[in-house]
Structures are given as C-alpha cells and as structure tokens.
C-alpha cells in the first residue's frame, strides 16, 4: 500500500516512509532478476467484503506493475504523473473463476480457530482455566474443525499460557465491531507467514524458484513463527495443504513442565494416529460454526 501510495501522490503521499520506498526502487534497479508479486497481499486488500473486489485488484497490479517499470531516476525525482504516464493498450485478462478459492479453506479454518481461541479466552484466562482451555482447543480442532492449526495452537498456548501480550491478536479488548476485522487481519498474517515460510512447497506450486518474504512490525507474530522446540510435518499432497504442530520453547507462567511434556505427549499420539488421514475441507460445516462462534464472541451481523 505504500508503494500504492507514492506512485499515486508522490512526496504528498501520508503516512509513507517515502525514504524506504525510494531504496526499494534502488534496490530493485541493481537487481532486475527480483520481481515484485504481491499477488497474496492484493487477495486480502481485495476481499475485505463479502464480494472479491476485482477492479480494485487491477487497480492496485497497475500501480506495482507501474512502479517496477518506470526507471528509476524518473522515479526518484518524481517527474510523472501516473494518470498521464500509465498507458494502457489492451484490456487486462478477466480472472477466471473466484480468485479466493485457492486459500479460502486456509482463511477459513484459521478464522474459525481464532473465534474459538477467544470464546474460550472471553470464559476465563486464569491460571487454574490455561490447561482446560488448551485440552479444550486441541480436542475442538481434532474433532470438530477435523484439522489441526499449529500456528494458532501455538497462539492458543500462549494466551492461554498467561503471556498477556497475545490477547491483542484476538481483540480480546476490542469494540465488538472491530472484533471481526482483527480477527481476520490475524488469520491473513498467518497465511502470509506460513506461505512465506514454505518457499520450497510455493516453489513447486507455481513452477518456478521463489524466495518469498513476509515483512510484519509485529513483533508477536513473528514470535510465533521464530523458535520451536518440536515440529511435525505432514503433506497434504496435491492439495497443497500442510498440516504441522509446533510448541514454542517460550516459557508459560500459567503451565508447568509436566503439563508441557504431558501436552507433547498428547499432541505427538494424534499425530499417529491420524497420520493416514486426507482433510476434506467441508466449507458449508466451517461457514456454520463460524456463524456460531460469531455469536458467542458477539460480534454483530455484517
């Protein structure tokens, strides 16, 4: 959005460090095999409402496709206008079908998992509640969302944990209007995180080499994705889902070691015993119990 911003308004851009755009550009003119694709970033901006905003999308790709081919001292000294300058000769192609559906069933389950993260945390977040929570969460996702989330059962842990810094990440102070927002800005963080992270399994979905980077200033999502202690990776096959588990070697004021190691114990035996098992995303049941955890969390009708 930043680029967005100068490209559009040049110096009079708000709230831009226009100095850090400015050394991209730079950065990218020395190094012309990296490319700007924020394809992932413009599915988010572009699906705020219910309907996926294609215009707005086009909007935005003309402006990065715009900014990565202007030369760069044109662009330093903002000498264009990119009304006058962006000329289009063709018709950009339609997107085929519902550009969403692709990682609908990621966002979908990660939102659906944050929801019950905070109807659980909304009940009680004392220490004599942290382990009942957490059995809670893990029993829920086995059974109920018939998926486990390793990033957000690791944020579950920590909120549930006692590490209070967290409970900002599921708007657990928000005005019920903002609860929504929050909660789906955190879910879109993941999926870039977790993307981001998996530069081999992108790789061999779009079939060409990445080295994809995700930027965030917060500092604890990136806490979540930073130190682990234990990790199980299962590939979901041609679906490209991956489902793995992670328990941060952070410390839990409101969890012991034996909880801990019980817990790991635990989690490891699902593992086992699902090993075989290929997720069916089931949209209609997800869309359901997300509708009802709305409701717990009273988060009002959009």
């Known amino acids: 959005m930043h680029i967005i911003k100068v490209v559009e308004h040049k110096r009079d851009a708000k709230g831009v ?11 990218i003119a020395k190094h012309p095999e990296i490319k700007i694709d924020p394809f992932f970033a413009f599915l988010e901006l572009c699906s705020q409402k219910e309907i996926f905003d294609s215009e707005k999308f086009y909007d935005f790709k003309l402006r ?21 300058d962006n000329f289009i000769f063709r018709r950009l192609p339609e997107l085929k079908g519902n550009p969403m559906k692709p ?7 990660s939102y659906c998992t944050l929801l019950k993260i905070r109807s659980l ?26 998926i486990f989330r390793g990033a957000e059962y690791k944020l579950g842990m920590n909120i549930f944990g006692g590490n209070t810094e967290y409970r ?8 019920p ?17 977790k993307f981001t992270a998996n530069s081999f399994r992108l790789s061999e979905i779009l079939q060409r080499p990445l080295y994809p980077f995700f930027l965030t200033s917060d500092a ?4 979540i994705f930073q130190n682990f202690s234990l990790e199980i990776v299962k590939d979901g096959g041609e679906d490209f889902v991956t489902s ?7 410390s839990f004021p409101h969890f012991d070691k034996s909880f801990i190691e019980k817990n790991n114990k635990k989690l490891f035996d699902l593992f086992v015993e699902r090993r075989s098992l290929q997720h069916v995303f089931n949209e209609e049941k997800v869309d359901r119990m997300i509708l009802e955890l709305e409701i717990e969390n009273s988060i009002p009708d959009s």
């Open 17 to 27: 460090d226009i100095q850090r755009i400015l050394a991209l550009k730079e950065y």
């Open 64 to 84: 990065i496709d715009f900014f990565t081919q202007i030369p760069l001292r044109v662009f330093r000294n903002f000498k264009y206008d990119f009304y006058r």
């Open 103 to 109: 990682v609908n069933q990621i966002l979908k389950n």
């Open 121 to 146: 945390a909304t009940k009680g977040l004392s220490k004599n509640m942290a382990e009942h929570n957490l059995n809670i969460l893990v029993d829920w996702m086995t059974t109920e969302l018939d």
């Open 168 to 175: 900002k990440m599921i708007g657990l102070d928000s005005k």
């Open 177 to 193: 209007t903002d609860i929504k927002k929050k909660l789906k800005g955190t879910a879109w963080d993941m999926f870039h995180s």
């Open 220 to 223: 604890n999502l990136f806490k």
């Open 244 to 250: 793995f588990v992670m328990t941060s070697d952070f």
